[in-house]
């Protein structure tokens, strides 16, 4: 029988116990060992810690062991423990305190928003890396003390729970899950009724949403839920699931999520007093709306969109996660028409400013498209991405709003991901380090630990990981229809002895699932081998609209399927957080074989290092950065064959079995006197001692503060209403005046030879005249960019030489300037003459994308050659 109603009761602790519900509700738990145990002390019956969750525990366990536990002294004793640890955590003072003692300038606040958080599988509100890593932010935040808010929505399905079809096809299901029963609190007002956040629709409907909030650490992350009663059945619906649903549907969320987030951090601030943000963060662009929301307050205190335009950039960051252009949001330009008209969302705010924000100016840009990547960097001074590598491939995707410079001009820094390591390092490592002299916090000692040890550490964490994959399996072949009497098989599905190699993540093309299948027999002979055989574990949700990637999974399954195979490779489904953690530590090689330069950064290998699993990967994002010999392997690509992809994945799969074969499985059946390989052993240490401390959640949460949080938040406070008003006219001025703005003569006083050489550690005096229309030259800078170059003339590692006004104008109104230029490199080298923009409250010379150049350089190069 079906229930026609659901409520939740909740359960009623005897008064020793109390605490256990705040150490529940806050989800410090998920990256703490000791409190962690201690829920498993409730109810000894949950045996996997990272499935743990303790509002359901708290909510199922019975009340004679409740009352058992309120007369348990020992218990007791561990849970004043915990509660005092916990409140020492949230009350102490720790990095970011200490900077601000020290006297560092940083934001009082910062707003973090994302379209999915993954903190904890109690809480599935993620679908991938996108999700985890906000959620590591707002760990690694919370242990540093920055004061994050965490702004998000609440999806009533999550993303979705993946299961297999008999013969392999994925088979999706959203189970309902209710608030009450997650670790959540409902944000109330003073009188007890919950908080609302309220967007106008056209026509006069409207969009309401309840704000829940979980407590990550210090840092709350409030979720946007519009499953409320006030709302029409549609309207219900905006958060029902994580990425589903049409473009309409796709674009209610993000409004939701940018202005209903705006509106629920300022409610959040307003009921607990903790600091308004001075700092807006948005990971990725489906947040861009945050800005919009806050141009309308800003202009309901009287300022002009412009001049709320610029205050908002100062104080916005917005990251970039993808070189893909179908991972970037872009909406039927009418569709965003009309919500922002005059009876839409923002009420004030002219909607034909909003519509340029979002437009494709650039040469092969759509006219009828709004694009939120490119709304994000026009409304946020700083923008990064997330790699070194994809830093540099997105200033080149991104170069055509910023016309007329080169690629490493383009404003768009990167900060490298990291990961959180409490949450992701396994406990028996983490207990091994410590044994050994490392410190909580410190990742960097293995140099310590025998070999012996650490091998055995190694191997009980594969066995750990079989015996996981085996129950798992087992659950799998249940729900693909097969009777236990046929399923003795996997009994011995993979073992604790062999070389594990793990393989999952999503399944959008580029990430390649099935490469490795591209030659099946030499795959099979690599499982199969006599005496250095591997064996795989593959996981990964395609996406539900993606029939392409679902084809993937199916061939992957159907290979693993085969009884030649079945015991050496393995598809587990439904890969989530609780997956992940036992698979990383377990599996002894981590594979990546993206196409190369498509993975913005990738995560998993770093969580799978932090445990001393070696990765084997294309040198793509973070990889491409970090690799060395020394702690791993980097599978060859063919990057010139970008348009032949099957040529380029017969090669670059044959790269990766030849790796395999004669360099990773030979090092690790190397077994020297002891049995002990050695040398692989060597690189595992490798990898924790050098590789792991550079992936860090606080090294890239330092790296977001000190190079990103707190330039905003110094820009921001500068820009009162008064300088933003100035800021925008000037910008108005300059871009008028433009067209007049001209580099005319460029004249080198010169220690040039006759034949156009000159000597290495000479110096060229450069005597350059430009116009400037109506501006003057404090509005400007002058330089000289010098550099090598190349036989087509273009300027590469370019020195920048400002030039100064040298007099006043001559007669024809022409500025002279001048300056020196030192020639400090040997070859071929050339310089060009520019004039920019220039203001102390720049963050580049670029911002504006105006430049003068020479007429002689049109377009692109150097202006003027010596050889
Ligand atoms: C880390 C993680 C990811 C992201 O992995 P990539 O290497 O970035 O593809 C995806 N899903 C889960 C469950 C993860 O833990």
Redesign the pocket.
Known sequence: MKAIRRFTVRPVLPDPLRPLSDLAHNLRWSWHTETRELFQAVEPEVRRTAECDPVRLLGAVSAGRLAELARDEKFLHRLAEASQDLRDYLDGPRWYQEQQELGAELPAAVAYFSPEFGVTAALPQYS??LG?LAGDHLKAASDLGVPLIGVGLLYRHGYFRQSLSRDGWQQEHYPVLDPNELPLALLREADGTPSRVVLALPGGRSLHAHIWQARVGRVPLLMLDSDVEENAPGEREVTDRLYGGGSEHRLFQEMLLGIGGVRAVRTYCRLTGHPEPEVFHTNEGHAGFLGLERIRELSGSGLDFDSAVEAVRAGTVFTTHTPVPAGIDRFDRELVARHFGDDGELPGVCAERILQLGTETYPGGEPGLFNMAVMGLRLAQRANGVSTLHGAVSREMFAGLWPGFDPAEVPVTSVTNGVHAPTWVAPEVFRLRSRYGGAPGRWESAAGVPDRELWDLRRSLRGQLVTEVRERLHASWRVRGAEPAELGWIDSVLDPDVLTIGFA??VPSYKRLTLMLRDRERLTELLLHPTRPVQIVVAGKAHPADDGGKRLVRELVRFSDDPRVRHRIVFLPD???AM?QKLYPGCDVWL?NPLRPLEAC????M?AALNGCLNLSVLDGWWDEWFEPDFGWAIPTADGLAQDEDRRDDLEAAALYELIEDRVAPRFYDRGGEGLPERWIEMVRRTLGTLGPKVLADRMVCEYVERLYAPAAHARRALEPGTARRLADWKARVRAAWPRVAVDHVEAVAPTAADGSAELGATLLLRVRVALGVLEPDDVEVQAVAGRVDAADGISDAQLFPLKPAGGQDMEGRWLYEGPLALDRTGPYGYTVRVLPAHPLLATGAELGLVALPPEAAGDGAGVLMR
């Open positions: 991938g890396g985890i993540r999503r890969y989530g957080m992940a990546n990738g995560t998993s290998g969580k």
